[in-house]
């Protein structure tokens, strides 16, 4: 079990650029959670993936922003024309199914991005 | 909706002081409840959390926590605080809507340990 892993861990780039960022979740959990935490907030929800199909996305996720995770393993985030309001650090986290709600989320340690 | 709140933004104790942050959260039903904490630069670990049972839960390194349906509040306590305890911490709720499990996080609470 080598956890969630993140990369990049930092990204710099300029408005205007798309970014993608990638998630490899623990194996065998077969769910991917992606948040978003700006600076002396809490994280916030943006999408959930179970195996390969994306069940929610938060209105947060504008049509700037899409994610996959086509074989239900690992998953990306891309962020079309950047702007300076997606500065923020970028969460993954996954789960082992348990009873509905009763999951335990494992993150990962974010990508960074700056956008300038 | 459902939403979680952190009374306390900054909170400093000197080592070997006892620690309790607060947590609250609005919600009808039995809610899923967590606290996690966050080094600088670093992911979430998670702490401990409450699914159901024995109101009073422990967790990993010397952390515990109390559900008081009462108060609606989900506070974290530990006896004697290390300078290595110096970190963000945060609670969260799991959503039931969608059934998803996503989490709904507080403000945090960004713990400063004086030596």
């Known amino acids: 079990d080598t956890g969630v892993s993140q990369d990049p861990r930092h990204k710099i780039t300029k408005r205007g650029q798309n970014v993608t960022f990638r998630c490899d979740p623990i194996s065998e959990h077969n769910r991917l959670y992606w948040y978003r935490q700006t600076l002396g907030q809490g994280p916030e929800f943006l999408t959930y993936?179970?195996?390969?199909?994306?069940?929610?996305k938060s209105r947060l996720l504008s049509d700037r922003f899409s994610a996959e995770r086509p074989k239900g393993s690992f998953s990306t985030l891309e962020i079309q024309r950047t702007e300076q309001g997606d500065s923020a650090m970028y969460l993954c986290?996954?789960?082992?199914?348990?009873?509905?709600?009763?999951?335990?989320?494992?993150f990962g340690a974010g990508t960074r991005l700056s956008v300038l | 909706a459902q939403s979680v709140t952190q009374p306390d933004i900054h909170i400093t104790v000197s080592e070997g002081a006892s620690l309790e942050l607060r947590c609250n959260y609005s919600y009808g039903a039995t809610p899923y409840l967590f606290w996690y904490v966050q080094s600088p630069g670093q992911g979430l670990q998670l702490l401990l959390k409450?699914?159901?049972?024995?109101?009073l839960v422990q967790g990993i390194k010397g952390f515990e926590a109390e559900f008081k349906r009462s108060q609606s509040s989900f506070n974290l306590r530990k006896p004697s605080v290390h300078w290595s305890d110096a970190a963000e911490y945060f609670c969260a709720v799991a959503a039931l809507s969608g059934n998803t499990g996503k989490l709904i996080f507080g403000q945090g609470t960004t713990l400063q340990v004086k030596p």
């Open positions: 986290a996954s789960s082992f199914p348990g009873r509905g709600a009763r999951n335990i989320q494992y």
């Open positions: 409450y699914f159901s049972g024995d109101t």
């Open positions: 993936f179970q195996n390969e199909a994306q069940l929610e």
